[in-house]
Every structure is written in C-alpha cells, then in structure tokens.
C-alpha cells in the first residue's frame, strides 16, 4: 500500500485503531499477495516494524500461505471470516478478517484483528481442573468459552448519529437499515437497570474529556440478556473540542457466567471449610498465611491472615525445626506431627497434618493445605490414663498380696513379686509346666473356673496349693474378670493362710478336748449322785 493510503486508512478508520491499541488487539492491513502492508502499535510493540513481510512466513513460519486463509476468505466471500490460529511459540490467536475496500470499491486487501487469547485458554483449562478437583458438579462447563465478539462504534455528539460497524449489528442481533443507526434505538437496547448508569458514564467522560470503560446489560431481540464491555475514548477536532465518542464492544456474557460460577464454588468450597470444625490454613513456601477457615480465625482472629505460621502459632521468630509444611514443600508427600501451641495465655495440643495444596507447571508445590485438630482434651486423657497406670502398677508390684493376671485357658500374662514368693515358681516356669500344677488337687482349678463363669467373681475362696518345693499353703483365692485389650481376662488376687488354718486347726483339737472333757466329768459327777439316791430309797 502507498504511504498515501496508509494515511488515508489512519484518517478513516483513526478512531478505531486508538481504541483497538487501548484494548490491547493487534491490527495489520494484508494485501491479496500475503504482503503485510500496515500494522498498528500494538503488532510494532509485539514484533516490530513487520510492513512488506509475508503474514504467513512472519507469523506462522509456513513456507505456502495457508489452506483455509481468512484473509483469502473474507476477499472472496466479502465478508468478515474468522479463525484460531496456534503460532510455534505457543500462542494461541483468534484472527478476524474484513474485507478492505478502496475508495473505488475494488478490494485488493483485508484488515485483520488478532486478538491473543492464550491467556482466556489457559484460565478455562484451569476452571475446568478446578471443577474436577471440588467435584461439585458434573456439569458446570460443557464447552469452552465462546470467542468473544468484537464491534466498533461511533457517535457524533452534535447530531447524536450512531455508527456502528458490521459485527455490532451482529452483536445485538440487528439487520443494518442505514449508515446511522437511532440514538433512541440504541439506548432502548440497554437494559432499563444499567441504562441510567450507562448514559451518565459516557456523558461524564465527553464533558470530562477521558477515556472510559463500562460494563452493562442489553436484550437481545431473542430475549437473551448480554453482558457487554465497552470500552471508550472522546475524539477531538482542531480545537480540541470533544465532538464524537467511539469504542470497542464485546460481549463478556460467557465470561460474566464463568466469573459467576466461580464465585459460587468459592462461596462452596467456603461454606465446606467454615463447617469444618478443625483449623484449616493454606501457607507458602515463606510459612505465610494465604488462608484460614472460620474456625482458626476465631482463635487467632483475622490479623492471622498474611502473617508467618510460626509466629502465629508459636510466638516464634523463625520456623519450627520439625515442621511438617516445610517438609511437604520438599518432598511433596503428606506429613503429621503433634505440637503445643500458644494461644493469649494458654496453650493447646494440637495434632496437624500438611498435604500439597498448589503445584507450579514443573510439579513443584508452591502452596499447602494444614489441618490442625485441637487433642487438648486427649492428651489431658492420655495423661491421666498414664498416671492411672503407673498407680496401679506401682500397686501390683508393691502389693504384699499376691497378683497375677491369667486368661481362662491358664497362660499367666503377668503376676507380681508377691504372687512369685507365694508359688516360688517365676512367670515363664509356671507358663512352662501349667497352671494345674501348682493345685494340690487339678480338679479345684475346674470348680474355681466354673463358679467364675457362673457369677462372673469368686472371692476368698479356700484352697491348698502346692509349692515349687513341693510343700503345700492354704490359700484364699480371689478372682475378678477384667478387660484388657478387648478381652476378658482374669485378675487373681492370693494370700497366704497357712498359719490362720493352723491356728484354726489348734483351735478345732482344744475344742474337741474341751467337750469330751465336759462329757466325762458330766459323766462322774452323775454316777454318785445315783447310788445316794438308791440308799436313800432303801430307808423310806
């Protein structure tokens, strides 16, 4: 193109490319011989002064042009064509292509908008990821976004003329009629809820001469409400009076719905941490704080938000020496580890487990998830059953009564010092020759455990067992059953009598000599008594 038509392209459609340049689209002219003729600021800033190169060796790195060519399309068909095109450095570009007329009417050449949309891509992978990792629906994106429409507009302030170009019209789903479309009819197409709004936004940037962006709703003729962004800047004659308003516009309503849906995850997956009842937290690899659920906040208040865990937690000034984040950051893997906290002026027992929550495109974690449950009252627990248990075994062993604890099939778990003094046979003798042996008759152990299963406790029961040195004690034997690793099993309880039997025995023989004695001298003192009763008869 000649340095006269460039200029005469900037002077037609000048507007356009300021508002193009804002938003951030490259434009480039093509002629029907693949040449690059013309490209905006945004394609100079991107890759230079490209004019006189071939669009599809500069962009594509193609040897031939390309087989379905929208430039070639949109000069054929003399219409707009659009296509997505993916570039070896990786990017992904949607071209639109319109017919360029010359002042004749001849078409030789073809504009060309090419909007980057590799970031869009990558944000609707990374919805779709979300979506599958919160399992919250099976339908939330059945496709990915649409591309977004774009249209160009223009306003003379003075008659209030609209002119929009072809995809406008397309947009809001409109047949052209004119050159100008009706103020009025524009306006009616904004939703009566935004309408107010919109128009003071336009107004206020003409009288206050700026740029300006805006976000509103139209109706669609098929009843389908959009959602449009608008971006727009004042145009100024020679005496830098604002005398028209042009623009970019494009229909956000797929992304508007994304955001939505976005938000309501984030409302879900709130309401699901909110409801946990342990402390949920997300740190960085600087221990800093990127989140914390209802219930942390409540205990740490929201200053914890930002700040370093250690601090947070510990009163620290550098990070614990065992902690578990900081090895899930090295090795990816899941980590536990109970610690003490500090919360105001008391302290906590806290039991938390780290997990990967965030990872970089190298696989890295660059985010973890902690959740830490309160076990204050367990410990207080486990001490007090530690205490318990260390009163009782001080018991057992200090214990003068003998005490042992057996199953019912007669394996000796364990007995204490007494209870080996008593039978003179160690834990693992008495294991080793039965538990019968140490009865003087086998056949009381059979009667003990039956009674134990009738009533399910025998105490002070009398009975002779037989020492390892072959002498034999008198007993009384108490049994209780006891759980002890989810079984029953028997708790013995055994004291020496031996020396109350003989004493017992001593006192049954002084008994025994008591009463014949009685009955003898009973006996003698009777038979005088008769022979003075019989004389005494004889003289009557």
Not at 91 to 114: C, H, M, R, W
Not at 245 to 269: C, F, H, N, S, V
Not at 368 to 378: A, G, L, N, P, Q
Request: with cysteine; glycine share 4%; charged share 30%.
């Amino acid at each position: 193109m000649a340095i006269k038509n460039i200029i005469e392209f900037e002077d037609r459609y000048g507007i356009l490319i300021k508002n193009l340049n804002q938003t951030g689209i490259s434009v480039d002219i093509v002629d029907d011989d693949y040449n690059i003729i013309y490209n905006n600021e945004i394609l100079s800033d991107k890759f230079g002064v490209i004019q006189g190169l071939k669009c599809y060796e500069y962009y594509l790195q193609l040897d031939s042009p390309c087989e379905n060519c929208p430039m070639k399309k949109a000069l054929t068909n003399k219409d707009i064509e659009k296509e997505i095109k993916s570039t070896p450095d990786n990017k992904i570009y949607e071209i639109i292509s319109a017919p360029l007329p010359n002042q004749d009417g001849t078409l030789d050449k073809a504009v060309e908008f090419v909007i980057d949309i590799t970031e869009k891509s990558e944000y609707e992978q990374k919805l779709q990821e979300s979506e599958e990792l919160l399992k919250k629906c099976n339908l939330m994106i059945q496709k990915s976004q649409e591309i977004a429409g774009v249209g160009s507009f223009e306003m003379d302030l003075s008659t209030n003329e609209v002119v929009w170009s072809n995809q406008l019209y397309k947009l809001f789903g409109l047949k052209k009629e004119g050159k100008f479309i009706d103020y009025e009819k524009v306006l009616a197409l904004i939703h009566p809820d935004d309408r107010e709004r919109a128009i003071k936004i336009s107004s206020d940037a003409a009288k206050e001469r700026r740029p300006y962006t805006l976000e509103h709703r139209v109706i669609h003729p098929n009843g389908k409400i959009l959602n449009l962004l608008i971006t727009g800047d004042v145009v100024r004659n020679e005496k830098n009076e604002v005398i028209k308003i042009g623009g970019i516009t494009q229909d956000i309503t797929e992304r508007k719905k994304i955001e939505q849906k976005l938000i309501k995850l984030e409302a879900k997956l709130k309401g699901v941490m909110n409801s946990i009842t342990d402390q949920v937290c997300v740190l960085d690899r600087n221990f800093d704080i990127l989140y914390i659920n209802s219930m942390a906040e409540e205990i740490y208040g929201p200053s914890a938000l930002r700040s370093k865990c250690y601090q947070v937690y510990h009163g620290l000034v550098e990070p614990c020496s065992d902690c578990q984040v900081k090895r899930t950051f090295e090795d990816s893997e899941s980590h536990n580890n109970e610690c003490l906290r500090r919360i105001g002026e008391e302290t906590q027992w806290c039991w938390c487990v780290s997990n990967v929550f965030e990872r970089d495109e190298e696989k890295r974690p660059i985010s973890v998830v902690e959740v830490s449950r309160d076990i204050t009252e367990r410990k207080k627990i486990e001490q007090e059953l530690k205490d318990s248990e260390e009163k009782y075994r001080l018991l057992f062993e200090n214990s003068p009564i003998g005490i042992g604890l057996s199953t019912f099939e007669g394996k000796i778990l364990d007995q204490n010092e007494a209870m080996g003094k008593l039978t003179g046979y160690t834990l693992e003798e008495l294991n080793k020759i039965g538990i019968l042996a140490v009865y003087a008759d086998p056949n009381e152990r059979l009667k003990i455990m039956d009674l134990l299963k009738e009533t399910g406790e025998v105490h002070d029961y009398e009975v002779i067992l037989r020492r390892k040195d072959s002498s034999e004690i008198y007993t009384s034997l108490s049994l209780d059953l006891i759980e002890f690793e989810g079984k029953k099993i028997i708790q013995s309880a055994l004291r020496d009598i031996t020396e109350e039997k003989k004493v017992e025995l001593e006192l049954l023989k002084l008994n025994k000599l008591k009463s014949e004695l009685l009955t003898r001298t009973s006996h003698e003192l009777k038979t005088p008594i008769t022979i003075i009763k019989g004389y005494a008869e004889l003289f009557i």
